[in-house]
């Protein structure tokens, strides 16, 4: 089975929800051209990463915006869209909250971020997630964690284990650790044996430049696609029937010992 990605690299403006949302929606749009078959969009799209002082203000609440908007778009267009996340106000608290939508503009799947990032404070304005999620897409077997997620390899191993093809990380991912992107998201690939999609977004949060290089990693961690450092849209095709080989001929799944490394 192959399946076309566009990788839309957006440049949220802090605290302007209204300009992210219809911005994201024109991206989207020129995406289209390439004909994928699911959008990919990236983290706090709404608020930007992330206006500490306006947040509850700014946040979609229940995420009912979000899922107009993007509901909306995948049902007229028939794609898929894996809307990012959002900051999410929900039962009196703020989540960083992702939305998938299959071609019909259906929600097959809500997931709050696990871990916020403390060196910013995150944790202080939002509230953890506490279950990771799996769902599919086009039949396809999928799964995400959002942004420094990807730093802890045990909850990415945990959705895998129930069966993953293809992996999503929507992030704003500073530059400055531009090489810590690249490199955890490349090793999640490989050593899950799956497609990875990783979409961070740029442009500048106070001091904060975002650092893009949005990247489609192969099941043998080849680069798919790599994009720049700027607002920028990129397509790549994977092709699901080369999984079963990559995982018959070195079967870490079925080599597991965790009785011997529990933790």
């Known amino acids: 089975m192959k399946k076309r990605i566009s990788l839309i690299q957006l440049s949220s403006v802090l605290a302007e929800p209204d300009k992210n949302y219809a911005r994201a929606c024109a991206l989207m749009e020129r995406a289209l051209a390439d004909e994928p078959d699911i959008l990919v969009l990236p983290e706090t799209l ?3 990463f992330f206006p500490k002082e306006r947040l509850a203000e700014l946040a979609d609440k229940d995420g009912v915006r979000t899922r107009e908007i993007f509901g909306a778009f995948a049902r007229t267009h028939g794609v898929n869209v894996v809307a990012g996340s959002v900051a999410n106000l929900r039962d009196g608290k703020i989540f960083n909250t992702a939305h998938v939508f299959d071609r019909q503009g259906n929600l097959v799947c809500v997931y709050d971020k ?11 304005f939002f509230a953890a997630g506490n279950e990771v999620r799996n769902f599919s897409l086009d039949g396809i077997a999928c799964a995400m964690v959002i942004c420094y997620d990807i730093r802890f390899p045990e909850i990415v191993r945990t959705a895998t284990l129930r069966g993953v093809d293809l992996f999503f990380v929507p992030a704003q991912w500073p530059l400055a650790r531009k090489h810590h992107w690249v490199t955890l998201n490349t090793a999640r690939a490989i050593e899950n044996q799956m497609y990875l999609c990783a979409v961070n977004g740029t442009g500048m949060a106070g001091e904060t430049k975002y650092g893009g290089n949005s990247v489609l990693i192969s099941p043998w961690g080849d680069e798919i696609v790599h994009l720049g450092s700027e607002e920028e849209i990129g397509c790549g095709d994977i092709d699901l029937d080369v999984i079963a080989g990559i995982r018959s001929s070195i079967n870490v799944f079925r080599d597991r010992q965790p009785d011997r490394y529990k933790l």
């Open 114 to 124: 696990i871990h916020g990032f403390s060196p910013s404070g995150e944790h202080e």
């Open 46 to 48: 709404n608020t930007g």
